[in-house]
Each structure stands twice: as C-alpha cells, then as structure tokens.
C-alpha cells in the first residue's frame, strides 16, 4: 500500500467497457511527510474519497482484486481514507 492526495477527478467517455461506472481519481503520491513525489497517477476510488484527502492505495493485481474486476485494465485503485497518520522516527542500531 501507498499513501496518495486526491486532487482531482478524471472523466473519460471513451474507456474500455470494463471500467463504466468506475469512479475515477486524479492523485499525487506522498512520501511518510507528506510531501509529493512521483508524477500524477489516476486511480479507480473502492470507498468515495473526495478531493483533498489522504488515501491508501494499492497498485496491480491488488488494485484489480480491490475493485472485484479481475480482467479489467485497472492498474491503482484507492482502498481507503486515511484519518491520522502518526509517525515515529527512530534511529535503529543494527549492532545490537
């Protein structure tokens, strides 16, 4: 799983049959900061995430299992929304 902002929505008129009715999502993907990284993917939403919120996302066969479309051409689907992110940096001593 990755952590992603949606930004946006994409709307195509023309796809491939098995992605009617699947909701689309313009996304940015985040590092453990949150700051941005990569470039902009498109993910189908599996739970409503709106604009400006935190999500989880998974990529691949994942993303096709997630949406329940096996033969689809679904390569990142959202899994869910993210409510706090709490994390602790540690320095770990590996000679111990």
Known sequence: MKI???IGTAVATRKDERLVGQKLMI????DL?????GSLIIAVDTVG??????VLYVAGAAARHATNK???P?????IGIIDNLDVHHELIDSKK
């Open 4 to 6: 992603g902002k949606v």
């Open 27 to 30: 996304m940015q993907e985040l």
């Open 33 to 37: 900061e949150g700051n941005p990284k």
């Open 49 to 54: 995430a709106g604009i400006g919120e935190l």
């Open 70 to 72: 096996p033969q689809s």
């Open 74 to 78: 679904i390569d990142l689907a959202i």
